[in-house]
């Protein structure tokens, strides 16, 4: 194309309405200064920490959490993703600057300079999201400074005490440290202490209410190595009861509950009585070993233990005393007898008889009156004697309408007082 034809165009392109775009100069051709040489990357030994034979360089570190994942009794120990920042200052990596513009780059140029070698204490797993890329952003100032930002998600160990469980309030931690540097050489710190964690509003779990966020620091000894600088995030995490109260505690009271029935169920039906009392039995076993089931295996009672067990034994002891008195109910009755003293058992009488003697001068209209049992125990010779025509004998008179009206008060009254003093010293 000639000079006149390019000169015509252009002034073309400068008419108001032309169809012609003037096209911006290509900024990626031109001349300009590589990163690298612009922080003079060559001229520094970056495996070196800043300041090497000085004091210690200061790192500030804060974190904004992103999510609480899961918390785990199984395994003693809990998920979450953070993004975690540090602050530091580099004068090998100032640069000259008339607009005092930072300068971002992602992970590649972060392999090329010194980070704090920062570890998580206690975690099982950690890693680095890399999806569509690595998370990881370096920012650095003119005057050195440098901001470097990943984004993780750790698994760490937390320490639970399950003794109240599921009335428990648990504390975890997340522990920052620097591996290498002990704390002659590098000083960790909250860059804006207790507002350095930052937590997002809709952070929430199915099991725990989040009670607190806050951040402390202390000093960690290692015998080999010397002091290191480690900052705490702790959280505290108290346990939503009413999962609990529908799967475990309503289910285990309703069958100590339906174990009472047997009081007002007539002592004569025995079929009635029996599956009552298995049922509640195996029902309370099966509820102890599903809560077991899920939980760790720890050397201690648990507050879900002793609720469990305490109704359990309730059940037990009111099938037991269902049993007595089905026993009892076998007995030969005294009831309208003149003399009830010329009554007596012996090896004489036939399960027949004492059916039909039980029954004598039964009323069946009248089913509050007070029947006695009279029940005459013959003494056997010890060392295998003739036994007498007439031995000795003891009267034992067994009311099974007041043990009824007394169970009927008694147990639930005492397991009432039970739950009193229970949900008195593990709600607090």
């Known amino acids: 194309i000639s000079k006149r034809e390019t000169t015509r165009t252009e002034r073309e392109a400068r008419k108001p309405g032309s169809t012609l775009l003037m096209r911006s100069p290509d900024v990626t051709k031109a001349p300009v200064t590589k990163s690298e040489q612009l922080l003079k990357l060559d001229d520094h030994d970056f495996t070196m920490r800043p300041g090497f034979g000085g004091p210690a360089i200061p790192v500030g570190v804060d974190v904004q959490l992103e999510s609480l994942d899961t918390i785990s009794e199984v395994d003693m120990d809990f998920t979450m993703t953070l993004y975690l920042r540090h602050y530091w200052k ?16 992602d992970g590649r ?16 797993r950690s890693s680095i999201h890399d999806t569509t890329t690595e998370n990881v952003m370096l920012r650095v100032h003119p005057d050195g400074k440098v901001l470097y930002s990943l984004r993780v998600t750790v698994t760490a160990m937390c320490n639970m005490d399950l003794s109240h469980f599921p009335l428990d309030t648990q504390t975890c931690s997340l522990e920052n440290e620097s591996y290498a540097y002990t704390d002659d050489d590098l000083m960790l710190y909250w860059k804006r202490g207790n507002k350095s964690l930052q937590t997002d509003e809709k952070i929430s779990l199915s099991q725990f209410l989040i009670q607190e966020f806050h951040t402390t620091t202390k000093l960690a000894f290692y015998s080999s190595t010397g002091w290191y600088n480690r900052l705490y995030i702790n959280f505290t995490l108290r346990r939503h009861i009413f999962f609990f109260l529908l799967q475990t505690y309503f289910p285990a009271t309703l069958m100590v509950m339906l174990s009472w029935v047997s009081f007002w169920i007539d002592r004569r039906a025995v079929p009635a009585r029996v599956p009552l009392g298995i049922t509640t039995v195996l029902t309370m076993s099966t509820i102890i070993t599903g809560v077991n ?7 201690y009672i648990k507050a879900v233990d002793i ?7 309730f059940v037990f002891l009111s099938d037991r005393e269902r049993k007595e008195r089905m026993q009892s109910n076998r007995l030969p009755c005294t009831c309208g007898m003149t003399h009830p003293g010329q009554m007596m058992m012996s090896s004489s009488y036939s399960d027949m008889d004492m059916m039909t003697t039980g029954n004598y001068g039964m009323s069946e209209l009248n089913e509050d009156k007070q029947e006695q049992f009279l029940v005459h125990l013959v003494l056997d010779n010890e060392q295998g004697a003739q ?21 009927r008060v008694i147990f639930p009254g005492a397991y009432t007082l039970f739950n009193i003093i229970y949900w008195s010293i593990y709600s607090q």
């Open 307 to 313: 609720y469990l067990w305490v109704s359990f034994v």
């Open 90 to 105: 580099d004068e090998r990596l100032s640069f000259p600057s008339n607009t005092n513009q930072s300068m971002t780059f």
């Open 109 to 124: 140029l972060v392999k090329k300079i010194w980070v704090p070698d920062i570890f998580f204490v206690h975690s099982k």
């Open 387 to 407: 036994r007498p025509a007439v031995g000795s004998s003891s009267s034992v008179f067994i009311d099974t309408h007041a043990i009824d009206k007394y169970s």
């Open 293 to 299: 089931a899920s939980m760790p295996r720890v050397s």
